[in-house]
C-alpha cells in the first residue's frame, strides 16, 4: 500500500517563527509536491521537485522554501511565519512520465495555525 | 479568471439520484484531465481520469468537450458514500515538469 507521511496533523505556531514541515514517501517516487488548500482557493502548489537536490517554484513560492536531500524525503520551510500561512499543507509524490505520474499520492496533510 | 474553475455547491441529492459537475478550464493547451476526490477532513485521491472519448468505471462517467474546454462528472444511483468533495484537476505543461492545477472543488452531499 502507498504511504505519504507528514510529520504532523497538527501545528501552532506564533509570528515569526521557523517552521519545518517534514513529508516522507516511501514508495520509491522521483517526483515530490507540496500544496497548501485554502476555501475557495482549492489546492494551489507550493514547490516541487523531480529529482534529489532539484526544487522548482509552483504558483504561490513567496515566504517558503525547500528542501530534498534524500529522494524520499520533502521538507517545506516558512523562514518567518505569517498569519497569512494558517492553512492546510498537504504534501504528495508521483513517478516519472509514463508510469501514471499524474496520479499523485497525498499524504494525510498538516493544519498549521500561525498566531 | 482561474485557471480550473468549479461550482462549490453544495449539492444535495437524494440517495439513488443522478448527479453531473461540470468544470471548465481556460488554457486550451492543456493535455490531461482528471478528477480527484477528497473526503471530509481527508487527503485527495484520484477518482479517474477523463479521456477525449469519454469514459466510465461502474457509476461514474467522465466527459471532455474540448472545443468548450468542459470537463464533467456524472454520478448515476448515488450513495451515501458519495458524499465528497469532487476536485476538477488539469495538467499544466507535460513530462517531468507538469504540473497539476486544481480546481476548488464540488461538494456532494448524498441524503438517505
Known amino acids: 500500500d502507498v504511504k505519504v507521511t507528514q510529520s504532523s496533523r497538527y501545528l501552532v505556531k506564533r509570528t515569526g517563527e521557523k517552521v519545518f514541515l517534514e513529508c516522507v514517501q516511501d514508495?520509491?517516487?522521483?517526483?515530490m509536491f507540496w500544496y497548501r488548500q485554502d476555501p475557495g482557493l482549492g489546492l494551489r502548489l507550493i514547490y516541487f521537485s523531480y529529482d534529489v537536490k532539484m526544487k522548482e517554484k509552483g504558483d504561490i513560492p513567496e515566504g517558503y522554501s525547500v528542501s530534498r536531500e534524500k529522494k524520499e524525503r520533502f521538507s517545506l520551510i516558512l523562514e518567518s511565519a505569517s498569519t497569512n500561512q494558517t492553512s492546510m499543507y498537504l504534501c504528495?509524490?508521483?513517478?516519472?512520465?509514463?508510469?501514471?505520474?499524474?496520479?499523485?499520492?497525498f499524504g494525510p496533510g498538516t493544519r498549521l495555525l500561525v498566531l | 479568471r482561474k485557471e480550473v474553475e468549479q461550482d462549490p455547491g453544495p449539492f444535495n441529492v437524494p440517495e439513488g439520484a443522478t448527479v453531473a459537475f461540470n468544470c471548465t478550464y481556460s488554457?486550451?493547451?492543456?493535455?490531461?484531465f482528471f478528477w480527484y476526490r477528497q473526503d471530509c477532513r481527508k487527503e485527495p485521491k484520484l477518482l479517474m481520469s477523463?479521456?477525449?472519448s469519454g469514459n466510465e468505471d461502474g457509476r461514474f462517467t467522465a466527459q471532455l468537450n474540448r472545443a468548450s474546454q468542459y470537463i464533467s462528472l456524472l454520478i448515476r444511483d448515488s450513495k451515501l458514500s458519495d458524499s465528497a468533495t469532487y476536485l476538477c484537476v488539469v495538467m499544466r505543461g507535460s513530462g517531468n515538469t507538469g504540473k497539476l492545477i486544481f480546481g476548488q472543488g464540488t461538494t456532494l452531499q448524498v441524503k438517505p
Open positions: 504528495a509524490s508521483s513517478s516519472m512520465p509514463g508510469r501514471n505520474q499524474e496520479t499523485q499520492y
Open positions: 488554457n486550451s493547451a492543456s493535455q490531461s
Open positions: 514508495m520509491d517516487h522521483e517526483n
Open positions: 477523463v479521456y477525449s
